[in-house]
């Protein structure tokens, strides 16, 4: 029996991944949809022993004797998010990630991303590719499987804290899942970044016919269907997190918080439902950070842990979206709660959007081969 030992997997730059449709909002909430029904049967694995684990990360000293080690300033991350997803994806990758919110002065991205797609049989890699817009979209993508599930049908009026990258895809997740959207009301700090985004609402999405810088958060938030947080700062004193009132809400609305942000007691109480992208994410975390949490890893999910953990609040509280998109527990069950979800970010979610991507480039013939060996030096 002759062994067949060649391995070749492709190369995907960004122009590559936005020719194989990285950027196709409503395709990405679809893969997160599916992504989540897998993720509710258990049909996955991540890092950590509970198998839920957001991804292991290299952390610096305050002061190091070693005057070339990198210094922890803000938002610096170098960590590897690997995970398996099952059902039709059954692959397994990883996405290293790199951060420095220093970038920005040198003309760069915060985040500079890139992702190894492999066999689950073999291990050998099927394609290596650009991951920041495969990230920014699988992320952004997830408010708006929430609003499926959990906004009003008839939405209308997004409320947006960051109008940045994040901002822009969890725009687009809304619209794809309220098509009713014709409101937004944005509130940023510099006016570079303001004008960039209505530059963009205008050419993307003709059919949002009011576009009002705010203010306040509170302007922000009155009045709003569809609610969310995409800012950046500074992680560690909760009471400079942006802040969410329950006397600002109206009745009915959804808000989805993939950043920094902090509850007023209202919004902890229990008329106010609470559900998580996952609630394994958010336990795993909780096992691997210093207390309170939520002064370690800004979201609001982990404010719910503390208050678990301090007793002021039961698990029973917590909901998982997979568990609703499986009518396992309910979706909206009236025009009028109010329901909060807390978006943390999993590495299943960058594996389910880079094989629909990497099956997209080899079907249509995009990206480089590359050659790994033909036989290997040493087996």
């Not at 029904?37 to 022993?49: C, F, Q, T, V």
């Not at 040198?106 to 890699?125: F, V």
């Not at 396992?328 to 979610?349: L, W, Y």
Request: glycine share 8%; proline share 7%.
């Amino acid at each position: 029996m002759s062994e067949n030992t060649k391995i070749d997997f492709i190369y995907l730059s960004e122009p590559d991944m936005i020719k194989a449709g990285v950027t196709d909002m409503p395709a990405c909430v679809d893969t997160m949809e599916e992504m989540f029904s897998l993720l509710h049967k258990g049909d996955y694995r991540m890092a950590g022993p509970n198998s839920d684990s957001h991804g292991a990360m290299i952390t610096f000293p305050e002061s190091s004797p070693f005057p070339t080690m990198p210094k922890p300033t803000a938002d610096r991350r170098l960590m590897a998010m690997p995970a398996y997803l099952g059902g039709d994806f059954q692959t397994c990758g990883v996405k290293w990630y790199g951060s420095n919110i220093a970038n920005r002065e040198k003309g760069l991205p915060r985040s500079i991303l890139m992702m190894t797609l492999s066999d689950i049989d073999t291990g050998a890699p099927l394609a290596h590719m650009s991951a920041n817009l495969l990230s920014a979209y699988r992320t952004g993508a997830i408010p708006g499987v929430g609003a499926r599930h959990l906004a009003r049908k008839d939405s209308k009026v997004i409320g947006l804290l960051g109008p940045g990258v994040m901002g822009k895809t969890t725009v687009a997740s809304f619209i794809a899942a309220c098509p009713q959207i014709d409101t937004i009301k944005v509130k940023g700090r510099g006016q570079k970044s303001l004008d960039n985004f209505i530059a963009w609402v205008k050419e993307s999405y003709p059919q949002i016919t009011t576009l009002q810088v705010v203010d306040s958060i509170e302007e922000l938030v009155r009045d709003s269907d569809l609610i969310s947080y995409c800012n950046s700062g500074e992680v560690g004193d909760p009471t400079t997190y942006p802040m969410v009132k329950r006397e600002w809400l109206k009745p009915g609305a959804y808000l989805a918080m993939p950043a920094s942000c902090s509850l007023d007691d209202g919004m902890s109480g229990p008329d106010v439902r609470k559900v998580m992208d996952s609630i394994g994410l958010y336990e795993a975390w909780y096992e691997e950070v210093p207390k309170p949490s939520h002064h370690v890893i800004p979201l609001v999910g982990m404010r719910f842990m503390d208050m678990i953990a301090e007793g002021q609040m039961s698990k029973d509280e917590l909901e998982d979206l997979g568990a609703i998109i499986c009518g396992d527990t309910p979706a909206r069950q009236n025009d009028d709660e109010i329901i909060i979800m807390s978006v943390g970010g999993m590495p299943v979610e960058d594996v389910a959007w880079a094989t629909k991507i990497y099956r997209n480039a080899i079907e249509k013939g995009i990206g480089v081969k590359l050659n790994l060996w033909d036989t290997p030096a040493l087996r």
